[in-house]
Each structure stands twice: as structure tokens, then as C-alpha cells.
């Protein structure tokens, strides 16, 4: 018998001082596969709250590897933002540039590191349309320490400002970097 998804409720301050976003109370209602590591839990939480706009929904996730992590519809259901957190494929990325060209493409890595080696693979299969997609890796220090957060009810205060992202949670404040690419 297949574990079912454990169900996290994240309460969510967003600013996102650039975007002039302020939600003093966002409730984010998360699943995470019995797969799924706390890593790539926090990092979807993450890129949630870096694009969110209205009507941001989560995908079908590690279930269906082809669909977006996350998604934005506008209300005649034409994809607007297609999301895709951790390890991605260049080759899929430019796949959804080309098959979404109303939709911003963004792509949300777990440290520079691997954004480094997503640009590098990417100008080797010669997948230059991902140039068209955003992309960003979160610090990876930033990352292990909201990972370190592992309750069924996680309240956060999170701030964008320019590439820098600030936490608190549960009483403890970090930081760290958002590294953009360009191919």
C-alpha cells in the first residue's frame, strides 16, 4: 500500500519589498510526498512566495515529473508562471518555454552550485531557449536552516528585498542570497 502525503500548514508573512507585496497573513496549506525531502519541501515553499501572485497553485509534484511544481492560471486558464523547483533538465525547461510562450518560466535551484551546472549542461545540449526562462538558486545555508523546521504547523516571516531573502521562523532569523543566472 502507497504512504500517503504528509500535510503541512505554513503561516506565511510575504513582503516582497520590490514587487510592493505585503500578506501579513498568507496560509499555505503544503503536501509532501513520502519522497520528498524537507530540502525540497522548504524550497517549493520558497519559490511560492518569491512569484506568488494571486491564483498560484502547487503541482502535482513528484507524482507527475513532466508538470510544473507550481503554477499561475489566468482566468481564462492560459498558463501565466510555470515553476519548476530543484533538479531540473534543461532539455524539459526549454520544453516549457516552447510549450508555454504566454507564461513566465522560472526555475528555483537548491544552491548556486547546482544553477551553476543547470547553465553548463544547458549551453552543452545547446538548449537555448532556456535563456528565455528565469533563474535563481536560494543560498544553500539559508535552505538547510528552514529544513531544520520540521513541524506539521510552521509559522514564517519572509522578506524579499532585491536578491536577498530574510527569514524568521519560530523565533530565529535568517539569511542569505538569491543568485540569478542567464544562459
Not at 85 to 105: E, M
Not at 144 to 162: H, N, Y
Request: hydrophobic share 45%; net charge negative; glycine share 4%.
Amino acid at each position: 500500500m502507497a504512504l500517503a502525503p504528509t500535510l503541512y500548514d505554513f503561516q506565511i508573512s510575504l513582503s516582497h519589498v520590490d514587487r510592493a507585496i505585503d500578506q501579513p497573513q498568507l496560509g499555505l496549506k503544503v503536501a509532501r510526498h513520502p519522497s520528498e525531502t524537507m530540502h525540497r519541501l522548504w524550497l517549493r515553499v520558497l519559490a511560492y512566495c518569491w512569484l506568488w501572485e494571486e491564483r498560484m497553485t502547487f503541482g502535482k509534484g513528484l507524482a507527475e515529473p513532466d508538470a510544473p511544481d507550481l503554477e499561475c492560471r489566468d482566468y481564462t486558464g492560459l498558463v501565466t508562471q510555470w515553476v519548476r523547483v530543484g533538479k531540473a533538465d534543461p532539455v524539459k525547461v526549454q520544453r516549457a518555454v516552447d510549450q508555454n510562450p504566454h507564461a513566465k518560466v522560472s526555475v528555483l535551484f537548491e544552491s548556486a552550485d547546482r544553477l551553476e551546472a543547470f547553465v553548463a549542461e544547458a549551453r552543452e545540449v545547446k538548449a537555448a531557449r532556456v535563456a528565455k526562462a528565469e533563474l535563481a538558486a536560494v543560498d544553500a545555508e539559508l535552505l538547510e536552516a528552514l529544513s531544520a523546521f520540521d513541524s506539521r504547523r510552521i509559522k514564517v516571516s519572509l522578506t524579499f528585498v532585491g536578491d536577498h531573502v530574510y527569514a524568521d521562523c519560530e523565533g530565529q532569523t535568517f539569511d542569505g542570497p538569491l543568485t540569478r543566472a542567464t544562459l
